[in-house]
């Protein structure tokens, strides 16, 4: 079955740094969208960072400058580093691959806690 394993959270103090990264199972997740979506308590999930088949990325307003979005097509990884981190910053992250040509898929993690605090 098709998987995308997170790693790389954990908690971490206001100012400091960590590197969330997310990997697909299977050979064929490579040509793809791929993002970042995040989930704080009491709020709705919100995209936090994407970059698309041709290397295009976006952010959220809120994290522009402090993260940055990356892609292995090699290993079918994405990477979001965090840094300048914020206890708003705080929230489960989710990994992302989606595809929109056939064959069309949509994929996401199962999420890691990302906790800053002040």
């Known amino acids: 079955q098709v998987q995308l394993v997170e790693s790389g959270g954990g908690s971490v103090q206001a100012g400091g740094s960590l590197r969330l990264s997310c990997a697909g199972s299977e050979t064929y997740l490579t040509i793809n969208d791929r993002g970042w979506y995040r989930q704080a308590p009491g709020k709705q999930r919100e995209l936090v960072a994407a970059?698309?088949?041709?290397?295009?990325?976006n952010y959220a307003d809120s994290v522009k400058g402090r993260f940055t979005i990356s892609r292995d097509n090699v290993k079918n990884t994405v990477f979001l580093q965090m840094d300048s981190l914020k206890p708003e910053d705080t929230a489960v992250y989710y990994c992302?691959?989606?595809?929109?040509?056939?064959?069309?898929?949509?994929?996401w993690g199962q999420g890691t806690q990302v906790t800053v605090s002040s």
């Open positions: 970059v698309t088949v041709g290397g295009t990325t």
């Open positions: 992302n691959f989606r595809r929109d040509a056939p064959p069309r898929y949509d994929y």
